[in-house]
């Protein structure tokens, strides 16, 4: 393999770009999975199974909008 070839660009290219629609594929379901979870416990169960890819920079700026719902749910049950 040489690096230096134009080809391996484009494969790499092709191969991040396939990389990147997985992760929005992911984050996608992460997301739906979170909304269709009505409890805390569930939600954090879910988020605890993805755990490793949660850093995932396409994941975590989706799953950053439902840091703001977690909250909530904390408060309504501090209530």
Known sequence: MNIAEKRF???FYEFRSKI???????ASVITQGFDDYDTMYGRFKLLENFEGLLTRP???DELEKKHIVLLEMYKQDLK
């Not at 990147?20 to 992911?26: A, F, I, Q, S, Y």
Request: proline share 0%; no cysteine.
């Open 9 to 11: 660009d484009d494969d």
């Open 20 to 26: 990147k629609e997985l992760e929005r594929r992911l």
């Open 58 to 60: 396409i994941i975590a």
